[in-house]
C-alpha cells in the first residue's frame, strides 16, 4: 500500500515537473524561423509561401501558438434557424465543377477542391495562446458585415458567410450585406438572401469594389462596418477584438492577421505575427517585419501592431468615421490602389491602422485575378494609384512616377473633390506621414546635380529673390551661383526661376516652386532657355541689364547658358 502511494507521488512529481518545462518552454521558446526582410516570414498578396531548399513549401507559423482545434460554437439554435429556408444542398450542387473541366479556370483557385471540403468545417485557432484569456466589454456594438463579389465561387461565399455566423457572438452580427458587382449569374445573390441576416443588393453594372463597397456601407444599418472579400473564413473570436479597439477610440481602423487559405488545397495556414503593411514608391503592397525596435519593445503579443498600411480587403472601421472622412475614392475602378488611399488618407486626416493579433481571418490568396478588367488590369492600376498620389503624396509622388514611368500621361479623371475633401479635413502633409508613420520607407537617393550657368565668363546669379544678373564666377561658389535643373524648373532650393509675365522684355525673378506653375516650367533649346508657355528665351541684355525673357535668338551670345557641373 505504502509503495502504491509512494509510486504514485513519484509519478505525479515527475508529471508536474515536466508539466512546468513546457510551459515555460513554450512561453520562452525564441522565434527560431529565419527572418530576414528579403525573405519575409508570410505570404504576400500575390505570393503562397517560400520554398524551401528542399522545395517544400514552408508555412510561416507564429511559433507559440498553440495548434487547437476549432470546435465549432454550439449556436443555442438549430442549423435551421441558422440558415433559415436556405437550401444549401441545391445552392451548391447547381453549380458544380464539372468532369473534366480544369479546376482553376474560372476561380483561380481549385474551385474541386473548395467544394469538397463543404460548407462547415473545423480550423486550427492561429492566434496566440494568450489571446484566450483577453477579456472584451460585454457590451461591444454590433456591426454590419460588407462582403462584395463579382463571379465569386458558390462554395467559398457560402463559407465566408457561415463562418462569419457561426464564429461570431450572433448578437455582434447585425447584419451581412453583400454587394453582387453584376456577377453573370443573379440567383446567388437571390438564393443566399434567404439566409437569416443576409441581405444581397446587385449592382445593375459593373462597378468594380470600390464603389461596391460604398454602396454596402450606405445600406450598412450598424454603427461599425465590417469589409470582407467573398472568400474568407474567419476565425475564432475574430470580431471581438476588432470592435473593443474601435469602441474604445473610434478613429482606430483596424483589421486582422489574415491567414492563408491554400489556394490548391483549401488547408487553412496561420500567417506570421511579426508583419505589418508596408509599400514601394511604385505603390506595391507588400508584408513586411515590424521594425526591429517595435519588436524588441513587444513584451505582449496580444498588442495591436501599427501598419503604416493595410492589405485592403478585410477590416473594421466606425461607420461615421468612414464617412466624415470620405469613405472612398469612387473614381477608383474595379480593383487596386484602395488601399492606399485609404490608409494614406486614415493616417493623415487624424486616424490611425492596426494589425490585431487576436484576430485571425483566413483568405484564399490568388496568383491572378480571375475577372476581367473592362479598361485592362495594367490601366486600372495605373488610373487608382495614381489618383492615389496625386491627392495625397505632395511633391513626393514625383518618387512614384520615377519608379512607375508608364504612369506619366494615363488618364486619371479629375480629382478636385479629392483635394477638396483633403483641404475640408485639414489633413497632415504626406511629409508628416513619412515621418511619423513609415521612416522605414527610405527616400530614394536624389540626384542633386548643381550648376553653374556660364555666359561670356559670366554666372547667372541671384543677388536676391528680386534681384538677378551676371556676376564674376566665384571659386568658392556661392549658393546664389548654383542652380538645380530639374525640368521644367531651374530651382535653388525651393525657390524658382518665375518669370513676371508673359511678354517679351519681362523680368524674372526667383518664387516659391510650385509643381502646377507655368510661370516656372523651362526647356532647353540648343544652348537657349526657353520658357515653355511663352516661348521666350531668358536674355541677360548685356550690358548691364537685368536678365529678361526676349524672343528667342539661341545663337545671340546674351541667350546662351552654358551649364558647368559643379562637382
Ligand atoms: C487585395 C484585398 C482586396 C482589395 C485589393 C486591392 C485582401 C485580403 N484583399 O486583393 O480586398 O483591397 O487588394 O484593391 O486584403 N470584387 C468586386 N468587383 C470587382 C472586382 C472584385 O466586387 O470588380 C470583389 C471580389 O469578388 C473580392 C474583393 O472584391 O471579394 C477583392 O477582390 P480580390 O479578392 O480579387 O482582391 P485581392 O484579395 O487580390
Ligand atoms: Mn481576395
Same mark, same amino acid.
Given at each position: ?10 509519478? =505525479? ?83 458544380? =465543377? ?184 511604385? =505603390? ?149 506621414? =513619412? ?133
Amino acid at each position: 500500500m505504502r509503495r502504491i502511494r509512494a509510486n504514485a507521488i513519484a509519478i =505525479l512529481t515527475v508529471a508536474w515537473i515536466l508539466g512546468t518545462f513546457y510551459y515555460l518552454w513554450q512561453d520562452n521558446k525564441p522565434h527560431t524561423s529565419p527572418s530576414s526582410a528579403s525573405q519575409p516570414r508570410a505570404v504576400g498578396i500575390k505570393s503562397h509561401g517560400q520554398k524551401s531548399a528542399s522545395g517544400r513549401l514552408e508555412i510561416h507559423r507564429e511559433d507559440r501558438t498553440i495548434p487547437l482545434i476549432v470546435t465549432q460554437p454550439s449556436r443555442g439554435e438549430g442549423q435551421g434557424q441558422l440558415m433559415g429556408t436556405f437550401d444549401e444542398k441545391s445552392y451548391l450542387a447547381s453549380k458544380q =465543377l464539372k468532369a473534366g473541366e480544369d479546376p482553376y479556370r474560372e476561380h483561380a483557385f481549385n474551385l474541386q477542391e473548395s467544394d469538397r471540403i463543404g460548407s462547415e468545417r473545423a480550423i486550427r485557432d492561429t492566434r496566440h495562446y494568450r489571446c484566450a484569456s483577453v477579456n472584451f466589454d460585454p457590451d461591444l456594438p454590433p456591426t454590419s458585415i460588407i462582403i462584395t463579389f463579382h463571379n465569386e465561387a458558390r462554395s467559398t461565399l457560402l463559407r465566408t458567410i457561415k463562418s462569419v455566423l457561426t464564429r461570431s457572438p450572433p448578437s455582434l452580427i447585425q447584419e451581412i450585406i453583400l454587394v453582387d458587382d453584376f456577377s453573370s449569374d443573379p440567383e446567388d445573390c437571390q438564393l443566399l438572401s434567404q439566409i437569416p441576416k443576409v441581405r444581397c443588393l446587385r449592382n445593375a453594372r459593373r462597378e468594380g469594389l470600390i464603389r461596391s463597397r460604398v454602396r454596402g456601407a450606405g445600406a450598412a444599418s450598424a454603427t461599425i462596418l465590417t469589409f470582407l472579400d467573398s472568400h474568407c473564413e474567419v476565425n475564432t473570436d475574430w470580431l471581438q477584438p476588432m470592435l473593443q479597439r474601435v469602441k474604445e477610440d473610434h478613429t482606430r481602423v483596424v483589421s486582422p492577421i489574415i491567414d492563408v487559405i491554400s489556394l490548391d488545397n483549401f488547408a487553412y495556414l496561420a500567417a506570421s505575427a511579426d508583419l505589418r503593411g508596408g509599400f514601394d514608391w511604385s =505603390l506595391h503592397f507588400k508584408w513586411e517585419q515590424i521594425p526591429i525596435e517595435q519588436k524588441m519593445a513587444r513584451n505582449d503579443p496580444t498588442q495591436p501592431i501599427r501598419t503604416p498600411v493595410i492589405a485592403g480587403g478585410i477590416f473594421v472601421m466606425d461607420k461615421s468615421w468612414f464617412n466624415h472622412l470620405g469613405q472612398y475614392d469612387t473614381h477608383m475602378d474595379i480593383w487596386g490602389g484602395e488601399n492606399f488611399e485609404l490608409s494614406f488618407r486614415v493616417w493623415m486626416c487624424g486616424g490611425s491602422l492596426e494589425i490585431l493579433p487576436c484576430s485571425r481571418v483566413g483568405h484564399v490568396f490568388r496568383k491572378r485575378h480571375p475577372y476581367d478588367f473592362p479598361e485592362g488590369n495594367a490601366l486600372t492600376y495605373i488610373k487608382n494609384t495614381r489618383r492615389a498620389a496625386e491627392v495625397w503624396m505632395d511633391d513626393y509622388k514625383q518618387y512614384y512616377y520615377a519608379a512607375r514611368p508608364s504612369a506619366q500621361g494615363k488618364a486619371f479623371g479629375s480629382i478636385a473633390d479629392r483635394l477638396a475633401l483633403r483641404q475640408r479635413l485639414n489633413c497632415h502633409s504626406f511629409r508628416w506621414y =513619412l515621418e511619423n508613420v513609415y521612416p522605414e520607407l527610405k527616400i530614394p537617393e536624389q540626384e542633386v546635380v548643381f550648376s553653374l550657368l556660364k555666359q561670356s565668363g559670366l554666372c547667372l546669379e541671384s543677388y536676391t529673390s528680386d534681384s538677378l544678373g551676371l556676376a564674376e564666377c566665384k571659386s568658392n561658389i556661392p549658393a546664389s551661383q548654383k542652380w538645380m535643373l530639374i525640368e521644367p524648373q531651374i530651382r535653388q532650393h525651393d525657390l524658382c526661376l518665375t518669370i513676371t509675365a508673359f511678354t517679351t522684355g519681362s523680368k524674372v525673378r526667383m518664387e516659391p516652386c510650385s509643381p502646377k506653375e507655368s510661370r516656372q516650367k523651362w526647356k532647353a533649346r540648343g544652348p537657349a532657355l526657353q520658357h515653355v508657355v511663352s516661348g521666350l528665351c531668358l536674355d541677360s541684355q548685356p550690358p548691364v541689364g537685368p536678365p529678361v525673357i526676349t524672343q528667342c535668338r539661341p545663337q545671340l551670345a546674351s541667350q546662351s547658358w552654358e551649364p558647368q557641373l559643379v562637382t
